[in-house]
């Protein structure tokens, strides 16, 4: 809790995550993107999970809303009230 991993030109995946959310993706394109809308971390590190590039994630609010972001690394590392990231091993069960 209260880390942010920053993309900082280099951390992000850009993958097809169109099966994880609808909204909020980078360029409005959810099939190539490190980025989408999220309820909550739980899709964040499930997300993770499941793309095989990613091997960490953060989650948390950008311009008002909730989103999801999945990283191939820790690099970019900040500290940022009210943001949550994780390794992707850190997921909860499947639903």
């Given at each position: 809790r209260g880390v942010v991993l920053r993309h900082?030109?280099?951390h992000a995946i850009f993958a097809d995550l169109s099966l994880f959310g609808h909204a909020g993706c980078f360029l409005n394109d959810c099939k190539l993107?490190?980025?989408f809308e999220a309820v909550d971390p739980?899709?964040?590190?499930?997300a993770c999970a499941?793309?095989?590039a990613c091997t960490h994630w953060s989650y948390g609010q950008q311009y008002g809303t909730k989103k999801c972001f999945l990283?191939?690394?820790d690099g970019g590392r900040a500290s940022l009230a009210h943001w949550t990231s994780g390794v992707k091993a850190c997921v909860p069960p499947a639903l």
């Amino acid at each position: 809790r209260g880390v942010v991993l920053r993309h900082e030109g280099e951390h992000a995946i850009f993958a097809d995550l169109s099966l994880f959310g609808h909204a909020g993706c980078f360029l409005n394109d959810c099939k190539l993107t490190d980025k989408f809308e999220a309820v909550d971390p739980g899709i964040c590190a499930r997300a993770c999970a499941a793309t095989e590039a990613c091997t960490h994630w953060s989650y948390g609010q950008q311009y008002g809303t909730k989103k999801c972001f999945l990283r191939k690394s820790d690099g970019g590392r900040a500290s940022l009230a009210h943001w949550t990231s994780g390794v992707k091993a850190c997921v909860p069960p499947a639903l």
